[in-house]
């Protein structure tokens, strides 16, 4: 029988990833049986997309991101690198 | 010539990887001009996603590929020039965080994650359920100043996996790491960040 602790940390070392279907199922039975668990696994999903929302959310607009790739490239091949 | 600034995003290398890196390592402007355009934005969310201020973000974007241009003759293209890439950005971050001193020496989270469990390894003071619109939000609002507290090769870990959302295999060959230091470093930083927006009273339900 896993614990809660071994369910918490299969679950945030993404181990089922890999694992076997005898694992994938005695995970799943523990979520039937344990909410605490349950909802442990949901915070985790929820904080990995709340993290990526907010690198989209934050990246700046494509004219910001031009700019900077043009300071980029003008920094490595000089003025006359644009001899597209 | 397929300097194309107008080819869309992150579509380089898929197809023909040997040649792209045999362009790349003679330093041919177009291919380098390609890398650049297709990955800056992915450079940059990732920066940002590792909790650094927008300017920040773009200095270490900026030197991740000024590095990247400088180093181009070495690319030997056994690994994905994404790889590659991040590889560099992780390591300008864990550059810029030692310089602004803010790695902390130490990391408690091992302990702090027994203490929630009682000897027979039961939950002692379970998670709340989650209220995923609140909590979506709150979390947005909060993460940054919980990840300050996370050393670079977690946060590069969860930032890698959760933002970027690569397979293991790409992540533990930009990291240098084992399967299973991975899954450390994934336990610890999610740990870390479950722990530190509980404390901010983020605990998936609107009321505390």
Redesign the interface.
């Known amino acids: 029988m896993l ?4 369910v ?2 299969i679950v ?4 089922l ?2 694992a076997g279907a005898l694992l994938k199922f005695r995970v799943k039975l523990h979520f039937l049986l344990c ?3 349950k ?2 696994a ?3 999903r ?15 607009e494509e004219e910001h ?1 031009l700019r ?2 043009k ?3 003008d ?3 000089g003025a006359q ?1 644009k ?2 | ?1 397929s ?1 194309n600034t107008e080819a869309p995003r992150e579509d380089v290398g898929s197809a023909n990887q040997a040649e792209l890196a045999a362009r790349i390592r003679e330093s041919d ?2 291919a ?2 390609d890398v ?2 297709a990955y ?2 992915q450079i ?3 920066a ?2 590792a909790g650094l201020d ?1 300017p920040v973000a ?1 200095d270490v ?2 030197s991740t ?2 590095t990247f ?1 400088e180093s181009a003759h070495r690319f030997e293209g056994r690994s994905h020039v994404r790889t590659w890439l991040f590889g560099i950005l992780y390591k300008k971050i864990a550059e810029t965080r030692r310089r602004l001193k803010r790695d902390r020496e130490t990391d408690d989270i091992d302990e702090v ?2 203490q ?2 009682d000897k ?4 002692t003071k ?5 209220d ?1 619109v609140v ?2 939000k709150e ?2 609002q909060s ?2 100043d919980c990840l300050e507290e996370v050393p670079s090769k977690q946060k590069m870990a ?2 890698l ?3 970027e ?1 690569l397979d ?1 295999e790409q992540i533990c060959n930009i990291l240098e790491v084992t ?1 299973t230091n ?3 470093l ?2 610890r930083v ?2 870390r ?2 722990e530190c ?1 509980e404390q901010k009273g983020i605990e ?1 339900t609107a009321s505390a």
Not at chain 1, 12 to 15: G, L, P, V
Not at chain 2, 120 to 123: A, L, P, Q, Y
Not at chain 2, 126 to 130: A, F, K, Q, T
């Open positions: 614990s809660c602790r071994d918490t940390r945030s070392s993404d181990e990833e890999n909410v605490r668990c909802r442990y949901d915070q985790i929820m904080i990995g997309i709340a993290a990526r929302e907010r690198a989209v959310m934050l990246l700046p991101l900077l790739e300071s980029i490239l920094d490595a091949f690198g001899q597209t | 010539m300097g402007p177009d380098i001009r650049v355009h800056l934005p940059m969310r990732a940002l996603g927008r773009e974007t900026q590929f000024a241009i994650f027994e929630r469990f027979n390894g039961i939950w379970g998670p709340r359920p989650v995923a909590f979506d979390i947005r993460i940054d969860f930032v996996r959760e933002i959302q293991s399967r991975l899954g450390v994934l336990h999610r740990n960040l479950r927006l998936g």
